[in-house]
């Protein structure tokens, strides 16, 4: 995370006496949260391969849920107005510490007026932060051009197809399947196609 939000996450962690987890990247989600359980206190975790200011977003997402669950325990909504006004106020101090670069800043700040339940999910927040990141071997579907063959980690090669709303409607080479993929899924070229 950025230099400068590191004493007020440590202070967080002490403070509510959190498990914090750096964990390996987990395709299916940025971070997780997992209120007190029998003797087991809170706990939090955070994928391992974010950018900085994408693991700073992530962790105060998931610091949120921490202090919605004391507040609320099970009565608020994961994602409800209470968890969106817990977050605001959370984001607070980065913002007055300036730790994020103007364009992440700005799209925070326009990103805060309905907080979704993920920061992948408002694609132009998910667009700013990606712009950090330094593992650019890959590529996103949006930038492929229409019928390019391409790949994902676990090998399956897809064709892509024509934008259906918001996401791009994809055929599975192997077994001729459809799928719907989020413009910002990255992929990997297919060679010798």
Known sequence: MPAPAAPIISKWIDYF???FKISKNRTTKLGDYRHPFKDKGHKISVNNDLNPYAFLVTTVHEFAHLL???????????HG???????KRMMNPFFELQVFPTDIHHTIINYLNNPAASSCTDLRLARALKKYDTHLSTSRIEELPLHTVFTLKDGRKFTKGERIR??????CLDNGNTYLFNPLAEVLLATGT
């Open 17 to 19: 006496q959190c498990e």
């Open 68 to 78: 919605t669950w004391n507040d609320h325990k099970n009565k608020a909504k994961p």
């Open 166 to 171: 918001k996401r791009y409607r994809c055929v």
């Open 81 to 87: 107005a209470e968890w969106k006004h817990n977050f």
